[in-house]
């Protein structure tokens, strides 16, 4: 018996090590890009948020008007880093849930250039004034389908390593990755069918574009990071999920009600009286997968708190689960019909929830996933705790300051708007030192993500220290791995849920 385990334990490193290696090109390709979109979105946000309090600033150059500059910067976020960190980490979570080698790393290798290519083509379109202007829609008509196609070409083969695992469980992150890798083809499908092919009244193509963006953020972003924190926290930990009731509350929940929500943008338009109060009432109700999820990791990560005090990887995942409860209170508060709604319907504080959304809650958690999985997949250790934890703290500090400003501003905002006693102009002054806050905020960011990208690229290059053991500024703890901090046990232990 003792001779079988350590056998056992080889073959299961021999695979994992497979595993790593043949996804390490595109798993790094999409996180080195990914990073680098992500720069050069904070720019163009630094741009943007300038622009709001100071509207001469750069106004010698027609690429960088407001019109255009804000939508690049949104665009780049989310199909630049957002998409691309998606690709990375549900191709290698998939990879090591299922248990098998990826056999099309160079075709993902070729789509993922096909993609940026695409996302190239639609940033330099909407700076060149020939943006659709939908938001979140802006690129050029004709990008749509080059982006699906390799949505398409990157993830089937998740799909196919799904198919043929051995037999078990399915865990809880597999039914959030594989939810989202099939939401997503049918809102984008269904979205640009609508809007480019067979368009019809303006008016409902703003409520289309509406839901567009509510389901992009819950039903696509939001199960992914989802998926990936409850991967992390057994994980790094070695305990089992909390409560896998509250596992399947919390997924089924995000699944009935998020497709929903959106369409509280339009209230007051001329479209069925209903459809705004049950956008409205779906996003408040968000409130209840956001909870269930975030008490349930929580409460898995505590379990460890030496863990979690020493892991960069549970550090940002947690941070990104103190996001979603955030997103959470914010979802109530800002879509109460009778009160909040109408002074934040047309103000800042929607580019605050977004940011919330995005950056706050799911880019942390991708930041959780970059620090757990790069080293396994270059076989090298991150070169400085130093730089990650100057990522962290600025990180934290930049996206609290740019969301509060942002949702406080826009509440200010909001109540000039609604006093019809006073000038517009009014609403703008009221909102001017919340703009500028705004813009310090993402400066400090775009220093935090020098530190990630600088850090990411020298891994990339295989420039770390070379470690036999895949982990992460060890730590000894005695339900962790016994190679260190953050153990590559497939199987975190034994309780009333699947580990992963």
């Known amino acids: 018996m003792s001779s079988a385990n350590p056998t056992t334990a080889d073959q299961d490193a021999l695979l994992r090590a497979g595993i790593d290696r043949s996804l390490r090109h595109p798993v790094m390709f999409f996180l080195t890009s990914g990073a680098a979109w992500l720069a050069v979105s904070i720019v163009l946000g630094i741009i943007a948020s300038a622009k709001v309090h100071s509207p001469g600033f750069l106004s010698g150059c027609g690429c960088f008007t407001y019109g255009r500059v804000f939508p690049a910067h949104i665009n780049a976020?989310?199909?630049?880093?957002?998409?691309?960190?998606?690709?990375?980490?549900?191709?290698?979570?998939?990879?090591?849930?299922?248990?098998?080698?990826?056999?099309?790393?160079?075709?993902?290798?070729?789509?993922?250039?096909?993609?940026?290519?695409?996302?190239?083509?639609?940033?330099?379109?909407?700076?060149?004034?020939?943006?659709?202007g939908m938001p979140w829609l802006e690129f050029p008509a004709f990008t749509w389908p080059v982006l699906l196609v390799s949505y398409f070409a990157i993830l089937i083969w998740s799909f196919i390593q799904f198919r043929v695992r051995p037999e078990g469980h399915v865990y809880i992150s597999q039914w959030y990755l594989l939810a989202a890798m099939i939401w997503f083809p049918w809102i984008f499908i269904t979205v640009n069918t609508l809007l480019h092919c067979i368009p019809g009244h303006p008016l409902m193509a703003a409520g289309i574009n509406a839901w567009y963006k509510s389901a992009l953020m819950f039903l696509y972003f939001t199960p992914v990071a989802l998926g990936t924190a409850y991967y992390l926290a057994p994980k790094v930990t070695g305990r089992p999920v909390y409560s896998y009731t509250l596992a399947k509350l919390g997924f089924w929940s995000l699944a009935i009600i998020a497709p929903w929500a959106g369409m509280q943008k339009l209230a007051g338009a001329p479209i069925p009286y209903f459809l705004p109060y049950l956008g409205a009432a779906a996003t408040v109700m968000l409130f209840v997968p956001a909870i269930a999820a975030a008490i349930n990791l929580l409460r898995t990560m505590m379990a460890s708190p030496e863990i979690l005090s020493a892991s960069p990887s549970l550090r940002f995942t947690s941070a990104g689960i103190g996001g979603l409860i955030l997103l959470g209170i914010a979802a109530v508060f800002l879509n109460l019909p009778d009160s909040t709604l109408p002074m934040t319907q047309f103000s800042m504080s929607g580019y605050g929830f977004e940011i919330l959304t995005l950056y706050g809650f799911f880019s942390f958690v991708m930041f959780g996933a970059v620090y757990f999985i790069v080293p396994r997949v270059t076989r090298r250790e991150w070169l400085s705790r130093r730089l990650i934890k100057m990522h962290f703290l600025l990180s934290i500090y930049g996206i609290i300051s740019v969301a509060m400003f942002a949702l406080l501003g826009g509440l200010e905002q909001g109540i000039g708007q609604e006093d019809w006693r006073q000038p517009w102009e009014a609403a703008a002054t009221r909102a001017y030192p919340y703009a500028l806050g705004t813009t310090l905020a993402w400066c400090v960011i775009l220093f935090s993500n020098v530190f990630f990208f600088f850090h990411l690229?020298?891994?990339?290059?295989?420039?770390?220290?070379r470690s036999s053991h895949p982990t992460l500024l060890a730590v000894t703890h005695s339900h962790a791995s016994p190679h260190g901090e953050e153990g590559d046990i497939d199987n975190a232990g034994p309780g009333h849920a699947p580990a992963h």
């Open 457 to 465: 690229t020298l891994m990339w290059l295989r420039l770390g220290r």
């Open 77 to 132: 976020f989310i199909y630049g880093w957002g998409f691309q960190a998606t690709f990375a980490v549900i191709i290698w979570l998939m990879a090591r849930l299922s248990r098998k080698e990826c056999t099309a790393a160079g075709l993902i290798l070729t789509a993922g250039h096909v993609w940026n290519f695409g996302v190239l083509a639609g940033l330099l379109g909407i700076l060149s004034g020939n943006g659709t």
